[in-house]
């Protein structure tokens, strides 16, 4: 059975820090893409960053320079370290693992959590 577990999300004032995890269970961790999507109310989905198993790394725009993401592949953790916080960084964010094999794609997603910006 597979999980994405998430954790570090909440309360944050403006040009403030958090750090996110999401620990994977149930799959070979190496092999897949991690990535943070991330939703607010009345929006789509949108990635905010991705990491492929050898450490190569993918931004939206809006993200680029504030935050990191990174993975420890012996913990089958993935990380979104988010500097410089801004209100509309607020949504619910969620962890993805992805792996394609041929024509097929395999998604995995945690169940989200909660990132609030505001003073």
């Known amino acids: 059975q597979v999980q994405l577990v998430e954790s570090g999300g909440g309360l944050v004032q403006p040009g403030g820090s958090l750090i996110l995890s999401c620990a994977a269970s149930?799959?070979?961790?190496?092999?897949?893409?991690m990535s943070w999507y991330r939703q607010a109310p009345g929006k789509q989905r949108d990635l905010v960053a991705s990491?492929?198993?050898?450490?190569?790394?993918n931004y939206a725009d809006s993200v680029k320079g504030r935050f990191t993401i990174s993975r420890d592949n012996a913990k089958g953790t993935v990380y979104l370290q988010m500097n410089s916080l801004k209100p509309e960084d607020t949504a619910v964010y969620y962890c993805?693992?992805?792996?394609?094999?041929?024509?097929?794609?395999?998604?995995?997603w945690g169940q989200g959590t909660q990132v609030t910006v505001s003073s």
């Open positions: 993805n693992a992805n792996r394609k094999a041929g024509t097929s794609s395999l998604d995995y």
């Open positions: 149930g799959i070979i961790f190496s092999w897949y893409t």
């Open positions: 990491i492929t198993g050898g450490g190569s790394t």
